[in-house]
């Protein structure tokens, strides 16, 4: 639990921009990863997400600090937190520390800091993370935002437009995205679709995938269970509509995507099937 002085403090910074003056950085930036994942939404939402990502974010640290925390972030009592999900509400820690790796990515990227073997590592471990996550509920009336999928949807963002990221580590997120989009278990209802689509969209854009990846890549989400169990049958292809169409959606008026596009509906009128 956070101090009650801690809220005060945290209020406090929100309210002047997030200036940091006369505190200790470093002891708060624990205090709050310690926290990330309260269960009250006001609090986990309102004042330990902005002021952590701002701390990270603001050239507060230096990049051994950074390095730290990020490292600290990719352990079992972070990322990996009950990652067999047994305990009410876990996701909370798992799905905000995704957020604060977005922020440690995009540094990286901004300023030339936190060592690229490190970031190779955060982005094995994160897939493997990515792949174990078997909660997907995007929202719950009792705790709020919880949106592990979203939240991944930002890192992988960051990831797919590293400069030195290339068709091999693209490929990786693409297959990984894809297997889960493919799930019975859930339909995503809260825009995780669209979430995806931004970083997987920025990757097609950077020109370096072969087209004949990216089509056959699209061919292969026809290639689901075919399930006759409700609500099962419902779940997969509805997810797989929505992931095909927003990506259809977000192309569609670049014609040098036409053969993407072009693919896309073939295979939704055709093979997923539109009703």
Known sequence: MLKKQTLEVLKKQKEEKFA??????????????????????ETRDGL????????????????????????TLLDDKHLFYDIED????????????????????????RDNIISKDLIYKTFTTFLDYFDKEKHYEGYNDEVGWLHS??????????FLTIDYFKSNEIEKVFESVMKKFKTKEYYFSH???ERLIVGIKKAIQRDILEEAYIIDYIERFSDFEKTQDYPEM?????????????????????EKYENITNKIKEVMINKVKLR
Request: charged share 20%; net charge negative; hydrophobic share 45%.
């Open 20 to 41: 940091f003056i006369d505190i200790n950085k470093l002891e708060l930036l624990n205090e709050l990863i310690d926290n990330i994942g309260v269960e009250d939404s």
């Open 48 to 71: 330990i997400y902005p002021n952590l990502a701002h701390l990270l974010h603001d050239k507060h640290f230096d990049e051994d600090t950074l390095s730290t925390v990020l490292e």
């Open 86 to 109: 047994n305990i009410k509400n876990s996701v909370l820690t798992r799905s905000f520390t995704s957020l604060q790796l977005v922020i440690l990515v995009y540094v990286h990227k």
């Open 149 to 158: 999928i979203a939240h991944s949807a930002d890192v992988f963002a960051q």
């Open 191 to 193: 825009n995780e679709d």
């Open 234 to 254: 419902f779940y997969i292809k509805n997810n797989i509509k929505n992931f095909l169409g927003t990506l259809y959606f977000s192309l569609i008026e670049e």
